[in-house]
């Protein structure tokens, strides 16, 4: 058997790496993908899950599959495991996903592709390794964007709130000066009269 490395591959297909962190209590997906090197030889492959924990030292072998059959092999991950790659014997993604993770579920995961591949004058059988190390955390980090985002929002909070403050001492000022006008105004006018009837007053 040749074993690949991680080697780059063919357009159509991008080998990026699995997230590491998880939280408890939730669901996670451990990303696994191995690009063929020629994207047209057509290829039949099964994905292998292994699993050791930091308190271990072997490996144990918890998932496995083989178009379009789904085997869970470890108790501990009993109804947890689902298979969430290529839907097809000629497998380039084997990702699984993880149901209710636990700290329990901390440690070192790898995944083997059996890769055999169907070429004019003979077959080929290619072994694909990857590995993810896991840790599990009670709730998530939050990324710096996330956290700047947060301090922009309740900036801009404050700000609409003066804005408003601005605008409704503006629109008193504003009315309260209108106010003493028309005041002012009635009053000059009253004085007027006032003025006039005295005047009528003294000509009599």
């Given at each position: 058997n040749k074993f690949e490395?991680?080697?780059?591959?063919?357009a159509g297909c991008a080998e990026v790496d699995s997230l590491t962190e998880a939280v408890a209590g939730e669901g996670f997906l451990l990303g696994c993908i191995s690009c063929k090197k020629r994207e047209e030889v057509s290829a039949w492959a099964t994905v292998d899950w292994y699993f050791r924990s930091k308190e271990e030292d072997e490996f144990?072998?918890?998932f496995h599959y083989d178009h379009p059959t789904a085997s869970i092999l470890d108790e501990a991950f009993s109804e947890r495991?689902?298979?969430?790659?290529t839907l097809d014997q000629d497998i380039q993604v084997g990702a699984v996903y993880i149901q209710n993770i636990t700290f329990n579920d901390t440690g070192t995961y790898r995944c083997t592709f059996h890769r055999t591949l169907f070429l004019p004058r003979s077959n080929e059988k290619v072994t694909v390794e990857r590995v993810v190390e896991l840790t599990v955390v009670a709730t998530a980090k939050r990324g710096l964007v996330s956290v700047v985002a947060e301090?922009?929002?309740y900036v801009l909070i404050v700000v609409l709130q003066l804005w408003l403050i601005a605008v409704l001492v503006y629109c008193y000022k504003k009315i309260w000066n209108e106010h003493e006008d028309r005041e002012a105004k009635k009053a000059q006018k009253a004085q007027e009269m006032?003025?006039?009837?005295?005047k009528v007053q003294t000509k009599d």
């Open positions: 490395g991680t080697s780059p591959c063919d144990s072998h918890i495991l689902q298979w969430r790659g301090i922009m929002m006032k003025d006039n009837c005295t």
